[in-house]
């Protein structure tokens, strides 16, 4: 007993001596950071729950851009990573010097969890051969092909606040767009219309699949700071069941087509051509094509649905922006003879102007990383981050930051009008990321939310119902950006 009491004590005091020296790494290069605190670095609070951990990265930048610095460094658990906070060294990072920061640092496991092995997650030449493949997906036209699947989706919009206002019960706005992202996505993504029982199987697997608990995410921290020994011992990042749920979904939807001869303007059909087309000789695997339409999902879902329901409360929120939306609205539908089109939608300049500002005062995502993949020099600094240094791009501190954004807690969507866009600095707003690895699928969600918009807004007026904590706070719980307690809406409808 008293050689394992002593084994222990030594263990303790090595690890506390590896955590100390590791915390003077910043100190050595002489990088401004925050004081971590062992062991969780400088996420005590968020591991807690007390705040989210985007949200204590938000707080950490405000508090070294008060006191004058470009960058700091910071600590996740004993591992250090570089915070810039400049717009010209973002724009190195994600533009000028990519291919020194190509790589980002997320886990996947392509042998036992292949699902995890998509767009997202793939580096190298992996990854680049796959983005040049799913490109042309992604074009405008091929964005219009899909416009009819927006519409057909949004009438499930109409039967919910329909439902909503016959009862007189203040909606979850949230909620009531996640159900139509879903749907949305689906159908493009996976060429399924849902039901019921198919809806609440995909939101149970997509809950399941965004659900980061303590013990998940210190898994991911492990693969993420040791990807080839977690590799061999067979770590996923998906849980099996939801693996397998998606898997056979595709697999079974691709061998129906393929053997019906069916096709169908989709997402997924785009990725079977690919796949019959064997690109440089390549065969594009179901398990590749099961990666995309699940990473395809998982950020579309999620994403989507937080920006059209924050840009609602917005604009429920302040009478005067919805009055002038309101107004274009009526005009551009006037000319499209009261029906929502693809051009009529990309005629709303204001709409997008909403949008934009929506994107920025509630970034779905709060930060983005990269991998420094050789030893790399900052211009007018000492700063030389070594090969395999960690970086975040703090997206959600940038967008809340008075330098680039003067009132930044004010909803103005002016601040994107078409004659003052070009005051933006665009590596101080990048809700979709920057640069070769920006977001593929930006016009697809742009067109997304702003359809469900203008679907909901044509007929029913919106008002912020008590139930709502105004301002809003973040949840703590949540992997991306959400509201403690949820938005909630009255509705009413309009006559005609």
């Excluded at 020296?21 to 062992?38: E, L």
Aim: aromatic fraction near 14%; glycine fraction near 4%; include cysteine.
């Amino acid at each position: 007993m008293l050689l394992i009491v002593e084994g222990l004590l030594v263990t303790i005091l090595l690890v506390v001596a590896y955590y100390k020296y590791s915390f003077r790494y910043w100190k050595r290069r002489n990088v401004p950071y925050v004081t971590p605190t062992i062991p969780w670095g400088n996420y005590p609070n968020a591991i807690k729950r007390k705040i989210h951990y985007g949200q204590q990265i938000v707080n950490i930048y405000h508090q070294m851009k008060k006191q004058g610095h470009r960058y700091f460094g910071i600590y996740q658990f004993f591992q250090p990573c570089f915070v810039p906070i400049d717009p010209k060294y973002l724009r190195l990072i994600m533009s000028k010097d990519f291919h020194c920061f190509y790589k980002r640092n997320f886990y996947y496991n392509a042998k036992d969890d292949p699902i995890s092995a998509h767009l997202v997650s793939l580096n190298g030449d992996k990854w680049k051969k796959l983005r040049s493949k799913m490109t042309p997906t992604f074009t405008t036209g091929k964005i219009k092909m899909l416009f009819k699947i927006y519409l057909e989706c949004g009438k499930i919009l109409g039967s919910i606040l329909e439902e909503h206002c016959q009862k007189g019960t203040p909606v979850n706005i949230k909620e009531m767009f996640s159900s139509f992202s879903t749907d949305v996505i689906v159908n493009c993504a996976f060429g399924l219309e849902v039901d019921f029982f198919k809806k609440a199987e995909f939101s149970k697997h997509s809950r399941k699949a965004l659900d980061f608990d303590m013990v998940r995410s210190f898994v991911m921290y492990l693969g993420a700071v040791f990807p080839d020994l977690c590799r061999k011992l067979g770590f996923r990042q998906v849980a099996k069941s939801s693996a397998d749920f998606f898997l056979d979904i595709v697999r079974n939807t691709v061998n129906y087509r393929e053997k019906t001869n069916t096709t169908r303007n989709d997402f997924l059909q785009l990725l079977i051509n690919l796949k019959n087309e064997k690109v440089d000789g390549e065969e594009f695997t179901i398990e590749e094509i099961a990666a995309q339409c699940f990473i395809f999902f998982l950020a579309g879902f999620e994403t989507s649905a937080t920006t059209m329901a924050f840009a609602l409360f917005e604009i429920a929120l302040n009478p005067a922006i919805y009055q002038k939306l309101m107004e274009e609205i009526t005009v551009v539908m006037k000319k499209s003879r009261g029906e929502i089109t693809y051009d009529a939608i990309k005629e709303m300049i204001y709409l997008h102007q909403i949008v934009e500002e929506t994107l920025r005062k509630h970034s779905p995502v709060y930060f983005v990383t990269r991998l420094c993949t050789k030893d790399y020099h900052f211009p007018d600094s000492d700063v030389v981050l070594k090969e395999g240094s960690q970086v975040l791009i703090p997206i959600r501190g940038l967008h809340s930051d008075p330098e680039f954004f003067p009132d930044p807690e004010k909803f103005d969507p002016d601040r994107f009008h078409p004659d003052r866009r070009h005051e933006i600095d665009p590596y101080s707003y990048i809700p979709f990321g920057e640069g070769p690895r920006n977001c593929i699928g930006l016009r697809f969600g742009m067109m997304e939310i702003k359809t469900a918009l203008v679907t909901v807004l044509r007929d029913y007026k919106f008002m912020v119902n008590p139930r709502t904590h105004v301002p809003v706070q973040p949840s703590p719980i949540s992997l991306m950006y959400d509201a403690i307690g949820g938005l909630w809406l009255d509705c009413e409808k309009i006559s005609t």
